[in-house]
Every structure is written in structure tokens, then in C-alpha cells.
């Protein structure tokens, strides 16, 4: 299929990037156990700037299982949701025998230093001398969340719980201990840990010593180093220590030392020579980045930059793979094919799909239908394009 482009002026460019682009600034930003994490890592982090969301399918399936979870109500899910959400209930099944309190997701306020959190679950059993409760965070996502035993955002649920005023009122000072459990039904995976008062006693303090840390002035805030989570910090771009470390490094790199072995890799030959090495390349990979971001919204601001243009890359177009045999059967009615081809096409690449189509005597016309019918079932997502700075020729 040939698709005649036509090139748009920079001019016509810079207008359509000011819609994916806009210009950085800092979101007032609110605390909360999913985020604590980073925080507890360097208390300078902030959230990047909320990126335009392309398919919200396996968001929308998380919401749907949460709430069916919540209201027992399962007339909305899907096979594959019905089977998870059952695996979850009976996990629980054991831990409510003989339950003297079960609450489906109660609310949190942020209270003195701990941020606000909804809470999935929490069941209060009698123990011998007291009580226990059990607290539940499902998770319908497939990233494999940290251990309950170090997990913050388990800190952050079990100190609500054991400071709730409500459960106080009714249990005395008798709770004992807090079992938190993630439950992660889609990739198979379980963590608890128990913890003592004393234990509770020693996260709400640090807790609180990481909530009084972000709180500093920005002159005074910690600013701490870690490559993965400055990955995910809305202040990458403008983090003086980042900024400082990464031009330390590049001096490091540059042709002025080229003695040193980490000009060139391949003489490196002590371990501590390759982790810094590798260091080196973490830091100066986001350098890089950063300074094409603002190349790119110096352009975007109207200025020349001498030798380069701005160019636009098309956002990758793939289907959720979570609807593959609705792709199948739209292709199914669409084509003859062979058992053969339809394995192929389980996991075949959107692009390499199309030529398939083409190969089975689909005309370029109905290969658009095709496109657009895929586009109004909402089974093609598209990422957003990109706009980047290129070497004029
Ligand atoms: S980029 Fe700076 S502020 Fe952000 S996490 Fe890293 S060190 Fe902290």
C-alpha cells in the first residue's frame, strides 16, 4: 500500500508539536503510597508531567476488577477478569474465618504526615491476647511490585490501619500485628509480611523523617542520585546535582583525559572500572536526553537553531495484545487463511501485518477500511508522534 505524504513547513510543524510538547513547569504535586517510594529514594523527586494516555484498555480492566472486587458485582468482567478476580477472593477465603471485622475499601485521609490511600482490603481477626489485621492491595497490573516486607507503599497502608481511629475506638490498643499482602493474580505472585507495633512504631517514624525531608527548602532538600529513579523524576531536566554529575562525567569523557581508561572502553580491565563505566553511561544517556528536550522547546520557542530542523516521527501504531483474537476474527472475515497464517499473525507486527493482507489480495482501499475498522473497535492504539531535532542536510 502506498501512502503519498505531504511534508508539512517547520513552520506547520512547531504549531502541531506546541499540542505534544508544552513547555516544562512544575505540577503542584500530592504525596501517596505509590509515589512514596521515589520520594523515600531522593525527597527532591517529583512526578513527570501526566503524559496523554493512547489506550486505557488495561486501566480500564484494572478499574473494572478493583470495583467488581469491591461490590462483588462481576456482571461486567470478562473471562479472563472472572478467573482473576476469583483466584483473589479465595485467597481472602482463610483469612475471614472467624473475622470479627471486614472492610472492603476504606478511605484515608492524609493525617499529619501520611498521604491519603484507599485501601482494597482490611480484615481484623482475634489472636490470643489481641488482635490482628490483614491489610490487601490487589494489583490487576503486571509489574512485580517490591516485597511486602520492603514495599512503601504497604508502609504507608499499614500505618493508616494501625493509626485508624475508628478500629482504636473498638480494639483498644490490642492490635498487635499487621499482615500486609500484595496480590498480583495476572502474573501469579503473592508477598506478605507481618509486622509487630514495634516494627509499625519504627516505619512511621521514618515515614515521617522522609515526609519532614520533602518538606525542606529546595536549597536544602537532599537531592540523591539513583539512575532509575531519576528516570521517572518530573525534575530530570532542571536537577542541579543530576545536571552537575553528568557534565563531571562528560568532562571525564572528553578528549582533554584521554588517558584515562573510560575514554575507551575496550581498555577497561577492573571491575570497578566497568561500574563506573556503566555509571558514566546511565548519567550521560539522560544527559543526552535532556538536552534534545530542550533543544526541541528552544525551537518550539521560535528560535533558530543553526543546522538542524525540526522533524516529525509518526507514533508507533500496535494492537493491545490483549485483543488478539478480535483481531484475528476481524482479519478472519476479512481473508482465507491457512492455520499457518494464523499463528503467524498471533504476535505479528502491525506493519507486517498489513503486507500480509496485501499478499492475500487485499487492495489498498480495503486495507484502509480494514485500518479504520480497527481504529473504531479501539484494538489499534497509536502512541503520539515525536518531534526531535535533525541534522539538516
Ligand atoms: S533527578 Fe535530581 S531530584 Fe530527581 S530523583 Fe534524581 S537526584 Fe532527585
Not at 158 to 182: A, C, D, P, Q
Amino acid at each position: 500500500m502506498s501512502v503519498k505524504k505531504v511534508k508539512k513547513s517547520e513552520t506547520e510543524l512547531i504549531e502541531e508539536a506546541k499540542q505534544y510538547c508544552p513547555p516544562w513547569k512544575r505540577k503542584p504535586f500530592k504525596l501517596s503510597g505509590s509515589r512514596f517510594k521515589a520520594v523515600a529514594i531522593c525527597p527532591s523527586w517529583i512526578p513527570e508531567d501526566e503524559k496523554p494516555d493512547v489506550s486505557t484498555v488495561a486501566a480500564d480492566k484494572g478499574t473494572a476488577f478493583h470495583e467488581a472486587l469491591e461490590t462483588g458485582d462481576t456482571s461486567g468482567l470478562d473471562e479472563e477478569q472472572l478467573y482473576f478476580a476469583g483466584l483473589c477472593k479465595r485467597y481472602i477465603e482463610p483469612l475471614l474465618i472467624g473475622a470479627v471485622y471486614d472492610y472492603t475499601e476504606p478511605k484515608f485521609e492524609s493525617k499529619e504526615f501520611l498521604p491519603s490511600g484507599k485501601i482494597d482490603k482490611v480484615i481484623i481477626s482475634r489472636t490470643k491476647t489481641g488482635y490482628s489485621a490483614h491489610v490487601i492491595d490487589w494489583k490487576y497490573g503486571m509489574w512485580e511490585v517490591d516485597d511486602a516486607e520492603h514495599n512503601w507503599q504497604g508502609f504507608i497502608y499499614m500505618s493508616h490501619v494501625y493509626l485508624w481511629e475508628e478500629l482504636r475506638t473498638k480494639l483498644g490498643s490490642s492490635l498487635e500485628e499487621i499482615t500486609m499482602h500484595f496480590v498480583q493474580p495476572r502474573i501469579d505472585s503473592v508477598s506478605h509480611h507481618t509486622f509487630t507495633s514495634a516494627d509499625l512504631e519504627n516505619i512511621l517514624s521514618k515515614i515521617k523523617t522522609i515526609v519532614e525531608a520533602t518538606q525542606l527548602p529546595e536549597e536544602t532538600r537532599p537531592r540523591i542520585i539513583n539512575m532509575r529513579n531519576c528516570q521517572r523524576c518530573g525534575d530530570l531536566y532542571h536537577c542541579p546535582k543530576f545536571k552537575e554529575k553528568a557534565i563531571s562525567l562528560a568532562q571525564f569523557y572528553s578528549t582533554e583525559h584521554p588517558e584515562l581508561p573510560i575514554v575507551r572502553p575496550s581498555a577497561l580491565t577492573e571491575p570497578e572500572q566497568y561500574a563506573m563505566a556503566l555509571e558514566a553511561k546511565d548519567v550521560l544517556e539522560e544527559w543526552c536526553k535532556s538536552v534534545k528536550h530542550f533543544a526541541t522547546q528552544y525551537r518550539l520557542g521560535g528560535h533558530e537553531i543553526p543546522g538542524y530542523e525540526l522533524t516529525k516521527r509518526e507514533g508507533v501504531k500496535s494492537f493491545d495484545e490483549l485483543n488478539n483474537e478480535r483481531v484475528m476474527d476481524l482479519i478472519k472475515s476479512k481473508i482465507e487463511l491457512e492455520d499457518l497464517d494464523v499463528l503467524k499473525i498471533a504476535s505479528i507486527p502491525y506493519k507486517k501485518l498489513l503486507e500480509l493482507l496485501g499478499d492475500h489480495g487485499l487492495t489498498p482501499n480495503a486495507i484502509e477500511i480494514f485500518v479504520d475498522e480497527l481504529k473504531d473497535q479501539n484494538i489499534l492504539k497509536q502512541n503520539n508522534p515525536t518531534f526531535y531535532l535533525k541534522r539538516k542536510k
